[in-house]
């Protein structure tokens, strides 16, 4: 018996847009909270829709589900980034990041992509190592006029 819950994992569809946002917010205002501070939080958990959608649009966006719930979501553009990957709060440790990642080395693999990269944050990283990314470098990212280290990160699949 598997102590993870099922994961379905299928494409985002347009009408899975309020659920990833208001997933992405909590995932950053619950989760990475732990290793940022409280402005760096608020100028980090924005969202506009309408650039959202594009964003989702532009590119592949996988959506997870556990027991009918949004469990998390990923994408892959095609130079190999992984832009964004989150995880529901309620839905940590418990394969889901995982096995959207499995999905995303499969549709990269799929398209000829042979190096994933993405732009970490200090929250994530634990993670992309245990998948064997290796970081390349720390640089400094402003947004909103807060200052993050950004973990560049790879993969050769």
């Given amino acids: 018996m598997s102590v993870f819950p099922l994961i379905e994992i299928r494409p ?3 009408s899975d847009l309020d659920g990833i946002i208001d997933l992405f917010l909590r995932a950053v205002r619950e989760t990475a909270s732990a290793d940022y501070n409280e402005k760096q939080i608020e100028a980090w958990a924005q969202a506009d829709p309408d650039e959202w959608a594009l964003a989702r649009a532009s590119r592949p966006t996988w959506v997870a589900f556990t027991d009918g719930q949004l469990a998390g979501f990923a994408d892959l553009e095609e130079n190999g980034l992984i ?4 995880v529901h709060p309620d839905h940590q440790r418990k394969g889901v990041a995982t096995a959207l990642l499995a999905r995303i080395e499969a549709e990269a693999d799929e398209a000829g ?5 993405t732009y970490s944050s ?4 634990p993670f992309f190592e245990y998948c064997g990314f290796t970081m ?3 640089r400094a990212a402003v947004m909103r006029g807060q200052r993050f280290v950004q973990l560049v990160m790879e993969k050769v699949l």
């Fill in 113 to 117: 992509i042979r190096v994933l990269h």
């Fill in 12 to 14: 985002y569809r347009p």
């Fill in 136 to 138: 390349l470098l720390a």
């Fill in 83 to 86: 832009d964004m990957m989150f």
């Fill in 122 to 125: 200090a929250t994530g990283r």
